[in-house]
């Protein structure tokens, strides 16, 4: 199904849709019990509490709120943003150059891999197990990264009151950290 500028599509309990494509202006709303797969989201894709949304690619101004369900596989390219929060879960993101995920109160985002152009900003979330390929991953003030690995010109940028513990800087890769930054090995 597409999902037109101006309409919204709800997928509730006991739902599954696969293939759908929210275009701009478009929203698309996963609520309890919902699962979403293999959508393109260029509008607004919301995963709520209960929610489950599965290979989603995220590009050309789209956004996937992340707010309390899960995201499992999401792709975000150019212009895209994935926002975890409130309770919120992403798995296995994909940030690709020009996109973006934001972790922010509530949030958590595991094993989420940034590619060269792309960004992973922790505001008040958790991010664990995050490979930092030639993108950027910063961690502001209440924001905390777990297990980070920042490679091939990828930095991870710790800014005053953000935590970072057991980041792994490998080749070519790099670690900022200010003064009033907190890391632990």
Do not use: C, H, Y
Request: proline share 1%; charged share 15%; aromatic share 8%.
């Amino acid at each position: 199904m597409t999902v037109t500028s101006g309409n919204t599509l709800n997928i509730t309990f006991n739902q599954i849709d696969s293939g759908d494509t929210v275009e701009s202006g478009g929203t698309l709303n996963v609520l309890f019990g919902g699962t979403v797969i293999d959508t393109d989201v260029f509008g607004a894709e919301d995963i709520f509490s209960g929610g489950a949304a599965i290979d989603t690619f995220v590009e050309s101004g789209g956004i996937e709120g992340v707010v309390g369900g899960t995201a499992n596989g999401t792709f975000v390219g150019l212009d895209g943003r994935q926002v975890v929060e409130f309770g919120g879960t992403a798995v296995g993101t994909f940030v690709g150059s020009g996109g973006e995920e934001d972790v922010d109160i509530g949030g958590t985002a595991s094993g989420t891999f940034v590619a060269s152009g792309g960004v992973e900003e922790i505001f008040r979330g958790t991010a664990s197990g995050t490979i930092v390929d030639g993108g950027i991953e910063d961690v502001f003030s209440g924001g905390t990264a777990f297990g980070t690995f920042v490679r091939n010109g990828g930095l991870e940028e710790v800014l005053p009151g953000g935590t970072a513990i057991g980041t792994t800087v490998s080749s070519g890769g790099t670690e900022d950290i200010p003064r009033g930054s907190n890391r632990w090995k």
